[in-house]
């Protein structure tokens, strides 16, 4: 891997045009993400269109000087830090709507667009654009690509690769394509776009993007289900998608989470709760009602406490719980080890009951939430790393929460990625050949491997 250091003031010389700063002030603020991980870049470029992300590539490949793609940097593993001093593109300057296309429900946009501004803009004209990760209001449209995100929508909606209909990219040495179709359908030649969606910005830097978009729902049912036992939460999940019907959203928090929220932004919800599902269905009025009148028997019959919320002021404050969460178990402890597994739906109360045996066992707390509906279970160690035994000891339990995942028929990463953290875990999951394909492949896209290098592989 190359090392960078004093690549910058070459850059700044040979590309004086393009915003470059080598100020230790940008060093320091595009040196990290919600990963925690730091690390100094030698400089950051923002470029304004596609020709100027050409001019900065192709400068670095004549030069094999590392670039590491960034958006928003709120990337939980670590994906956009620029590793022995490589130079971060960050692609928040390009961040336009570029085309609104009605008739044929798409939209094209530039990387740097955060996704909350695109849901308020389409919103308003009776569209929305489906995956909607707990930071939208500050994640931009390009990181959601590289890390194919999902969102507390995905269990109806999909994730970001299922919306994803075209991108143009620039690869390592500069030059542009194009990849995917703007039909419905289109089956020709091997699917370059789901390969660069998911890639973590280690193939091309993804410069432009067509998106598919759906209807607004004619309505919107909200429900907070509340039980007094971790495992019936579970069942509850299983319980409502077994009877055949699949809310938009199906979100857990467990007893931890529940006070971490209440602790840093109070919804009201009582100490005594030991799980909550946050469920909402989207559709007709009439058939979402029934649906809603079917989850509350199923709940209740867990012995769930079940309320509705009663408009859209009601809807929201929920909401805004479910999404401070993160910032919640931050300020609890902000070293905390942060793991997003997945395992098939009807095995969440199986490693649900596993994480609460391994917490015991470890005395370390481990907290959950997450997308519940998906079997996408976000476990936080809460370790604090000034306390290196303990923190030594959380780390250890990663392995064993994984090794737990996958002997489940579940996968060790279900929408943050590899980036850095998850680095040494890949061969847990992904086998010897697959592995060799993922590394050709790599290979085939940065021969020189400056595409921000350091990530998945290691
Ligand atoms: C509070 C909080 C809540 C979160 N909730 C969710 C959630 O519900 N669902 C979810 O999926 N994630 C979630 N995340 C993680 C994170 O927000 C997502 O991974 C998001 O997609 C990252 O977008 P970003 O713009 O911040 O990208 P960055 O963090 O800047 O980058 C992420 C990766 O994408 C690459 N990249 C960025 N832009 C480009 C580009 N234009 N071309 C090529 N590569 C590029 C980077 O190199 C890096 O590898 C959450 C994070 C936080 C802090």
């Known amino acids: 891997m190359q090392n960078n250091s004093n690549s910058e003031s070459g850059i700044i ?6 915003k470059i700063s080598a100020e230790p002030e940008d060093l320091i603020c595009y040196g990290f993400d919600a990963s925690g991980i730091e690390s100094r870049p030698s400089a950051v470029a923002w470029p304004k269109n596609t020709e100027e992300v050409v001019r900065v590539m192709r400068y670095a490949f004549d030069n ?3 670039v ?16 022995n001093g490589a130079i971060v593109l960050s692609l928040e300057k390009m961040n336009k709507l570029v085309e609104l296309d009605t008739n044929n429900l798409n939209v094209v946009v530039e990387p740097g667009i955060i996704n909350g ?3 308020r803009d389409i919103e308003h004209l009776g569209f929305f654009y489906p995956p909607d990760p707990a930071s939208m209001n500050f994640c931009t449209i390009g990181g959601n690509a590289a890390n194919n995100a999902g969102g507390p929508r995905a269990l109806k909606y999909g994730v970001t690769r299922d919306y994803v209909m075209e991108i143009e990219a620039v690869l390592p040495d500069g030059n542009v394509i194009t990849t995917g179709v703007r039909t419905t359908k289109g089956v020709v030649g091997y699917d370059l776009t789901r390969l660069l969606t998911g890639s973590e910005g280690t193939l091309a830097v993804i410069t432009k993007l067509r998106l598919r978009i759906l209807p607004l729902p004619e309505d919107v049912i909200t429900l ?11 069942s509850a999940v299983a319980k409502i998608t077994a009877s055949k019907i699949i809310p938009r959203t199906l979100e857990f928090m467990d007893a931890g989470t529940i006070a971490a929220v209440e602790n840093f932004k ?23 009602t029934k649906q809603a009148e079917k989850i509350v028997e199923i709940c209740e019959a867990l012995n769930a406490d079940v309320k509705m919320a009663e408009d859209e002021a009601a809807r929201n404050k929920l909401w805004e719980a479910r999404r401070s969460i993160s910032p919640a178990l931050y300020h609890l402890n902000p070293t905390k080890i942060n793991e997003d597994i997945v395992v098939p ?13 391994l917490s015991e066992e470890s005395g370390i707390q481990i907290v959950n939430f997450g997308h519940a509906g998906d079997g996408n279970i976000h476990v936080n160690i809460m370790a604090d790393k000034n306390d290196a035994e303990k923190y030594q000891k959380a780390q250890s339990l990663v392995r064993e929460i994984f090794d737990m995942t996958l002997s489940l028929g579940g996968t060790i990463s279900g929408e ?6 998850k680095a040494p875990y890949l061969g847990m999951e992904i086998k010897k050949h697959e592995l060799e394909l993922m590394k050709g492949i790599k290979n085939l896209f940065d021969p020189k491997n400056i595409l921000n290098p350091g990530k998945i592989f290691i």
């Open 13 to 18: 010389d040979v590309l004086p045009d393009i």
């Open 64 to 66: 094999e000087i590392s």
């Open 68 to 83: 590491t793609p960034r958006g928003a940097g709120t990337g939980m593993t670590g994906g956009s830090i620029p590793l």
């Open 117 to 119: 501004r695109l849901q």
């Open 224 to 234: 907070l289900a509340m039980f007094d036992s971790l495992e019936a939460s579970g």
């Open 266 to 288: 109070p919804v009201g919800i009582p100490r005594n709760v030991e799980a909550l599902l946050l469920i909402e269905l989207d559709g007709h009025p009439s058939a979402i």
């Open 345 to 357: 739906r009807d095995k969440i109360p199986d490693i649900l009951k596993k994480l609460r045996g």
């Open 416 to 421: 943050h990625g590899i980036g850095i953290t």
